[in-house]
Nanobody, 121 residues
Framework: QLQLVESGGGLVQPGGSLRLSCAASGFTLDAYALSWFRQVPGKEREKVACMNSDGSTDYVDHASGRFTISRDNANDTIYLQMTGLKTEDTAVYYC???????????????WGRGTQVTVSA
């Protein structure tokens, strides 16, 4: 059974950094397209970063240069390194996965439960 479990969220000051982790089980990371989404109550879910099975990456404009998605195949973990955090980055962050042939889809089939990130002074 495919499972994703996020961790690493918390409270951080503006300008700070945070690394989110997503422990994966039940599938091989490099056979899937992996993504990080975020959602604020009352707003639409937003894809912030994704990595295709070939390692190519894509980012939403406001995350480019600040966020980095990566994967550790040996440890079955997906990461989102976030730097230069802003108050508007406050959200619940979710990792997600889809079979590789879906590429960086906006509708992945598999989701974690999310981890809260709060950026505040």
């Amino acid at each position: 059974q495919l499972q994703l479990v996020e961790s690493g969220g918390g409270l951080v000051q503006p300008g700070g950094s945070l690394r989110l982790s997503c422990a994966a089980s039940g599938f091989t990371l490099d056979a899937y397209a992996l993504s990080w989404f975020r959602q604020v109550p009352g707003k639409e879910r937003e894809k912030v970063a994704c990595m295709n099975s070939d390692g190519s990456t894509d980012y939403v404009d406001h995350a480019s240069g600040r966020f980095t998605i990566s994967r550790d195949n040996a440890n079955d973990t997906i990461y989102l390194q976030m730097t230069g955090l802003k108050t508007e980055d406050t959200a619940v962050y979710y990792c997600a996965a889809a079979p590789y042939y879906y590429y960086c889809t906006n509708e992945p089939m598999y989701w974690g439960r999310g981890t809260q990130v709060t950026v505040s002074a």
